[in-house]
C-alpha cells in the first residue's frame, strides 16, 4: 500500500469516527430531559433585629437515565409579590439518574422584607410564592443551563418552622 493512499484512508477513518462521536453527543443531548424542581418549603434557621435567615428547600427530580452534577445555582424568592431575598448556591451537588435531591438554599431577609412580609406570616393561612432562578447542570453529554420559575401558594404555619 502506497503512503499516500494509506494516509488517505487514515483520514477518511478519522473523519467518520468524528462524525459518529459528534453524531453519538448530538443524539445524547437530543435525549435530554429536563430536570423537575420543586419548591418543598422554608425553614427559619435565625430571627434578630436585622432582618431573617432561612432555608428554601427544593427538590430535583432527575428523570434522565445518568447522573447530573450542578456546579452553580441562583436564585430569588418572592412571597406574595414582594422580593424577599436572593443568592447563589456555593457548593456543587449531584442528583442520581431517575432520582430526586432536595438541595437547601439559604436566604437572607431584610429587616425592610421582613416587615413587608411577617404581618402575612404571622396571621398564617395560604401565601403566594415565587422561585426564579437557573441552575447549571453537567452531565457525560455536556452542560445545561436550566431555568426554574416555581409558583405556588404556602401555609405559613406549616411551611415556616424554627
Known sequence: MHLHHLRRVLVTSALFLSAGLTGCAAAAKAAFTQPDVTFRGVGVRSLGLDGADVEVLLN??????YSLGASQLRYRLLVDSVEIGSGALDSAFSVARRDSAIVRLPVRIGFRAVQRVGPR???GGELPYRLMGDVTL???VGTFAREFNEAGQF???KTFRP
Open 155 to 157: 401555609d405559613a404555619f
Open 60 to 65: 430535583i427530580y432527575n428523570p434522565n437515565a
Open 121 to 123: 406570616l404571622l396571621r
Open 138 to 140: 453537567k452531565s457525560f
